[in-house]
């Protein structure tokens, strides 16, 4: 009896470990799988939901998943150690990846897909616009003739206005730009105003304009209107009645409606010597030029007296004020007559040692002349 069991267990215990060997090799015999998840999207990141993504496995056999909603999708048992996805969604490329799976274990994928190129072709029929016209040729006016630069240079400057002279015309604007307003040398102006019957080709013209000031004078007579001359022009051609004229000299910029004198040319003539200052003729400052107050080196003023009190052309004078009480006589600087009219003179001050201001005086200076000579200088 105790012989048979003991058979039965051997026997028992040899089944077990028979199924035990069995479910091994079993095992053993068949692939590891791999898993597959990925996500797709557009080029932007965005999520695509509704992807068909297709898996073919290494035998040919396919499968095919979508994306859900977050655009993600998963393939639970893939055998094969490679295997290829492709991915299709109506308005997107086509694209295929190839992906080395790992047994036993997961692969991860991401894909954006790309728009699809888009190729056309487009036939337009139709009539060409014409070509528009050329654009005008800007014929250049005759070249002015020279004017020598000291006698252009003698323009500028401020004097006294003359109540009884009248202007020829002034300046309209410019010729091929009627949005500027300041010209300089070169610019080519149309003018308008001119009081004769024609303006002559080659007519040199002085450009002028009146500034406010307040002087007084030895008579007590307060100014209220002086001139400053900014430049010389030069008609150069007529259109249509209409004078052009070139800028040959600009002091400084010219602008529109600039009133014009007839050029008066002057000769050259020479700075005296120092001689003695007349302190008992001296002349009273009047004003500086536009757009200043006082009078520095190298600027110009006008003085009370001209050519009919004996004031001259590079004559010399000395700039003085009176001290406390009018006891004695200050001396702030020298000076030379510019340019001098009958009643008045434009001064270029040379040097000083304080500001020259309105109301300060200029005593010319007395050079013993040849008679030939100070009678060519005054005009007579």
Known sequence: MLAHTTVSTFRALLATIGGVCLAAAIATAQPALSRIEGSVTDTSGGALPGVAVTLTMADGATVTAFTNRVGRFAFAEVPGPRASLTYELSGFATVTDEVALRPGGSVVVGRAMPLPGVEESVRVVGTAPPEPPPPPVRVPPPPASDVPEHEAAAVCGPTTRDPAHDSVGQIAGHRFDEERELYAKGDELLLEGWSGSAMPVGTNLVVRRRFAVSAQTSAGVRLT?????????????????????????????????????????????????????????????????????????????????????????????????????????????????KYATRESATILIESATDVIEPGDSAAPHWVMLPFTEFTARIGR
């Open 225 to 337: 209107e002086a001139v400053h001359s900014a430049g010389l022009i030069q008609v150069v051609d007529v259109q249509q009645g209409t004078p052009v004229a070139v800028v040959v000299y600009a002091c400084e910029e010219l602008r529109r409606g600039d009133y014009l004198d007839i050029f008066e040319p002057e000769s050259v003539r020479p700075v005296e010597p120092s001689g003695t200052p007349d302190y008992a003729r001296a002349a009273r400052i009047l004003f500086a030029d536009e757009g200043q107050m006082v009078g520095t080196p190298r600027r110009l003023m006008v003085v009370e007296r001209g050519r009919d009190h004996g004031v001259l052309p590079g004559q010399r004078m000395t700039l003085f004020r009176q001290g406390r009480k009018g006891r004695t006589l200050i001396t702030i600087g020298t000076a030379v007559v």
